[in-house]
């Protein structure tokens, strides 16, 4: 690169990553003057999937999820590390100079994999990567029951009706119930405080 005034490659690429900044901060800013602001308690409070939010957010997580990240994360990784790899293996003067530079590249990539094969192998055998292990194990108790009282239970047919649909004798024992239930004999009676000061 002879001429000082050229852009280097780096140059390049700073210039996109602050284009691509300006954009996000202006498409933001942009938003932030042309939305309608009309907040009410519904839009205040806190989005949680479309579910009223429960509880304290202190709640046990699963640590399966963070071995799951580390393993993203490790061939994540792997995938930086091998992009300048390719660059330089596929530079015409480094073969040029010394052909055997292109074999060196693949047998150090080659070995590189395969410590993170290897690697993977092991998290996958020892069941990490396994979100459930499975036990297969037919459940036994010990009980006097037969056999033969359970499979005669399973066997019948049994009536199922609608939740929402309630018997209208159900319903007329319960007119029934609240119409001659006896009333409370004692009524609370609270006391003002006074107004003394």
Excluded at 52 to 67: A, D, H, L
Aim: charged share 20%.
């Amino acid at each position: 690169m002879d001429d000082p005034a050229q852009i280097s490659e780096y140059g390049k690429i700073l210039l996109m990553a602050i284009v691509g900044m300006l954009l996000v901060c202006a498409t933001i800013f942009l938003a932030f003057v042309l939305s309608p602001k009309n907040p009410n308690p519904v839009k205040l409070s806190t989005y949680e999937c479309g579910e009223e939010s429960v509880g304290t957010s202190w709640i046990q997580f699963n640590p399966r999820f963070y071995v799951i990240a580390l393993i993203f994360l490790l061939f994540d990784v792997e995938l930086i590390f091998i992009f300048p790899w390719a660059t330089v293996f596929g530079n015409a003067d480094f073969i040029a100079a010394d052909a055997r530079w292109g074999w060196f590249t693949l047998v150090e990539m080659a070995i590189f994999i395969g410590i993170l094969i290897v690697g993977l192998v092991y998290v996958w055998k020892s069941g990490d990567i396994s979100w459930i292990k499975p036990q297969h194990k037919t459940p036994s108790v010990a009980v006097n029951i037969p056999s033969s009282a359970y499979d005669k239970l399973n066997q019948q047919t049994y009536a199922v009706r609608d939740y929402k649909e309630p018997l209208i004798e159900e319903v007329e024992t319960v007119v029934s119930t609240t119409a001659t239930a006896p009333k409370i004999g004692f009524k609370p009676k609270f006391k003002k405080p006074s107004s003394e000061s």
